[in-house]
């Protein structure tokens, strides 16, 4: 990027707060584009000015972008000037007074038990490396709750000698242990014999991959979940490794699991961010009245 003080904003995100890769691409998209709608007007993030900043996010609004997207942009312009500020290289903070647009509450899509079921059940088609790589990833997703790029990128090491208990590493190189359920532990030890038996044996990777990274990409993994949607029968626009990981957080939660425990184990570092699923659970019983309470029920025939 041309600007060095966005350049020492990104390199400090990196160093201090341990940010992973995806996460410093994803600033460096949104403050590219911010340069370059200052840059069209002659500025820069040291010499914009509070009313260039507002006059970028009406901007922003007036292109259609989503509400989610302006206020993601926004945090990231805001954190760039605080930095700037912070380290001396501009002595005001013109993007601290500015109020993004209001986003909508948005609960989070889930699954139902049996629809988890019919999509683990789909998932285990045979004894071949692959079918057993599928089976191994869905059933350990859905016992943990991880992320998708934690799951892709789970070390090898991580399941040898059938553990109890994982060790992850999620965002900003904080770690947690899952727990692994005896499905999950029954699918790696199954799989794992075709794996070190295979060409990728020498991984440091459970799920190893001929590509750059070394392991499964994430792209990929969403391509099997929605193929399995629809060996299931399930509609795959629905369905996604997030999904998963949103299940695995309302079950766990409808069958009275504590708040602060499902905080652990998706690696929440703010228990408001795990606080949405008892909104989901909320919406899912409400439901449930309205559907099969008998004076409910009642009024609809009426």
Not at 261 to 286: K, S
């Given at each position: 990027?041309?600007?060095?003080?966005?350049?020492?904003f990104?390199?400090?995100m990196?160093?201090?707060?341990g940010a992973?890769?995806?996460?410093l691409?994803?600033y460096?998209?949104?403050l590219?584009?911010?340069?370059a709608?200052?840059?069209?007007g002659?500025?820069?993030?040291?010499?914009?000015?509070?009313?260039?900043?507002?006059?970028?996010?009406?901007?922003?609004a007036?292109q259609?972008?989503a509400?989610?997207?302006?206020a993601?942009r926004?945090?990231?312009v805001?954190?760039?000037?605080?930095?700037?500020?912070a380290?001396?290289i501009?002595?005001?903070?013109?993007?601290?007074?500015?109020?993004?647009?209001?986003?909508?509450?948005?609960l989070p899509?889930?699954l139902?038990?049996?629809?988890?079921?019919?999509?683990?059940?789909a998932a285990h088609?045979?004894?071949?490396?692959a079918a057993?790589r599928q089976?191994?990833?869905?059933?350990?997703?859905?016992a943990?709750?991880?992320?998708?790029s934690?799951?892709?990128?789970?070390?090898?090491?991580?399941?040898?000698?059938?553990?109890?208990?994982?060790?992850?590493?999620?965002?900003?190189?904080?770690?947690?242990?899952?727990?692994l359920?005896?499905?999950?532990r029954?699918?790696?030890?199954?799989?794992?014999?075709?794996r070190?038996?295979?060409?990728?044996k020498?991984?440091?990777?459970l799920?190893?991959?001929?590509?750059?990274?070394?392991?499964?990409?994430?792209e990929?993994?969403?391509q099997?979940?929605?193929?399995?949607?629809?060996?299931a029968?399930l509609?795959?626009?629905?369905?996604?490794?997030?999904?998963?990981?949103?299940?695995f957080a309302?079950?766990?939660l409808?069958?009275?699991a504590?708040l602060?425990?499902?905080?652990?184990?998706?690696?929440?570092?703010?228990i408001?961010?795990?606080?949405?699923?008892?909104?989901v659970m909320?919406?899912?019983?409400?439901?449930?009245v309205?559907?099969?309470?008998?004076?409910?029920?009642?009024?609809k025939r009426?």
């Amino acid at each position: 990027m041309s600007d060095d003080a966005v350049g020492a904003f990104l390199a400090s995100m990196a160093a201090e707060r341990g940010a992973a890769k995806n996460t410093l691409d994803a600033y460096r998209r949104d403050l590219s584009d911010y340069e370059a709608s200052l840059g069209a007007g002659g500025l820069t993030p040291a010499t914009v000015q509070r009313q260039d900043v507002e006059g970028y996010l009406a901007g922003l609004a007036t292109q259609g972008l989503a509400t989610s997207t302006c206020a993601r942009r926004l945090s990231a312009v805001k954190q760039l000037h605080a930095f700037l500020y912070a380290e001396g290289i501009r002595d005001d903070d013109p993007a601290a007074p500015v109020r993004g647009p209001k986003k909508p509450r948005r609960l989070p899509k889930t699954l139902s038990t049996d629809d988890v079921s019919r999509l683990i059940a789909a998932a285990h088609d045979g004894e071949s490396l692959a079918a057993l790589r599928q089976a191994c990833l869905v059933e350990v997703l859905y016992a943990t709750g991880l992320r998708v790029s934690e799951l892709v990128s789970l070390p090898v090491a991580q399941v040898r000698r059938n553990p109890q208990m994982i060790r992850i590493k999620g965002k900003g190189g904080k770690e947690r242990l899952a727990p692994l359920s005896d499905r999950a532990r029954a699918a790696i030890a199954a799989y794992l014999p075709l794996r070190d038996g295979g060409k990728d044996k020498d991984s440091p990777f459970l799920f190893p991959s001929r590509g750059k990274l070394g392991h499964l990409t994430r792209e990929r993994f969403y391509q099997m979940i929605r193929e399995l949607a629809l060996k299931a029968g399930l509609d795959p626009a629905g369905i996604s490794p997030h999904t998963m990981r949103h299940a695995f957080a309302t079950h766990m939660l409808a069958n009275g699991a504590d708040l602060r425990v499902i905080q652990t184990l998706l690696g929440h570092a703010d228990i408001a961010t795990t606080e949405i699923y008892t909104h989901v659970m909320e919406d899912e019983l409400r439901d449930l009245v309205l559907d099969k309470h008998p004076l409910a029920v009642k009024a609809k025939r009426g």
